[in-house]
């Protein structure tokens, strides 16, 4: 089911903005609140990501494995990306604005489910809004919930508070790996083959990866700034809710154990780190494990509030 949020006024930006997603709705109905999973891509990726389709390799769809157990998924493309608007000038897409309309598409589907026209046959329930955030959309996440506070919980995905390891030197904040400018001014992209080393683990089927690579596009210059050490840490120390951090094994944290110290405000987080895994965990071997884990964690958030 496509949706479409009018992010205008939280973009800031003078232009009309909005963001598209793509809503899995819940195979069956749950007692309690509706939980509802936000799905925020990394850079470069789109909702895609969350929901990948490889002729030959089944099981790739982390939003449709959400959906089976009972959770409303909404998988989105970020401000500047995919099926969102696209802004004139990518280098007014920033993080903060990125994470304003976030929290502008959270407090959208609240009211959606509140009032019951959220999707059809759900009659209005109180929803629980847990954000996902891979990488760059881990931070944005972060940065959302820091600053707006529109999520009941959040979980952070292969994104570091401290700095990202492989993409960027922590003593002066410069990019390890060049950036190719896109054809649009404000944008660029970046030759999907050189991630692979730090992407994926020899695991990984080759179609799978060449699949998830297609999947790619340009990403707005203003975002770059995810690359400066430190960049979230502030936020994430403002957060509250429940937090779920999540890791390859071989991901882009310096010390994925370190991670839970930068969330001091939070009195519930949980920390998971994925065997086999590089950055790509929707990819990785033990994806199944790590989404199952993942769903049993909404649904204790849920489960809290039906009790609160």
């Known amino acids: 089911m496509e949706m479409r949020f009018d ?162 030197d922590p003593k002066t904040g410069e990019r390890l790996r060049p950036r190719i400018p896109a054809e649009r001014d404000g944008y660029n992209r970046s030759d999907p083959s050189s991630h692979r080393d730090r992407f994926y683990t020899a695991s990984v089927p080759r179609a799978v990866i060449e699949a998830e690579e297609s999947t790619r596009v340009a990403m707005p210059d203003g975002v770059a700034e995810v690359l400066i050490p430190g960049r979230s840490a502030p936020a994430a120390g403002r957060i509250e809710v429940p937090v779920l951090l999540g890791f390859g094994e071989f991901d882009v944290s310096p010390d994925p154990h370190a991670e839970p110290g930068f969330y001091r405000s939070s009195r519930d987080i949980s920390l998971l780190i994925l065997p086999d895994a590089a950055h790509c965990h929707n990819s990785a071997s033990g994806r199944a494990g790590f989404w199952h884990r993942i769903g049993d964690w909404i649904d204790m958030v849920a489960a809290g509030h039906a009790t609160a």
């Open 7 to 168: 992010v205008s006024a939280a973009a800031g930006l003078g232009e009309p903005c909005h963001i598209a997603g793509t809503l899995f709705p819940p195979a069956a109905a749950r007692d309690g609140p509706l939980a509802i999973a936000l799905l925020v891509p990394g850079g470069g990726y789109t909702r895609r990501y969350y929901d990948l389709h490889v002729a030959g390799h089944d099981g790739y769809s982390a939003a449709r494995r959400l959906a089976d157990r009972g959770i409303a998924a909404v998988a989105i493309d970020s401000l500047g990306t995919g099926g969102s608007s696209i802004p004139e000038d990518g280098r007014r897409v920033t993080l903060d604005v990125q994470a304003a309309t976030l929290a502008e598409v959270a407090h959208q589907l609240r009211h959606a489910a509140r009032e019951g026209v959220l999707m059809p046959g759900v009659a209005a329930r109180e929803p629980v809004v847990i954000g996902i955030g891979h990488s760059l959309g881990g931070c944005t996440i972060t940065l959302q919930q820091g600053d707006h506070a529109a999520c009941d919980a959040v979980a952070v995905l292969g994104f570091s508070c401290r700095y990202i390891r492989t993409a960027v």
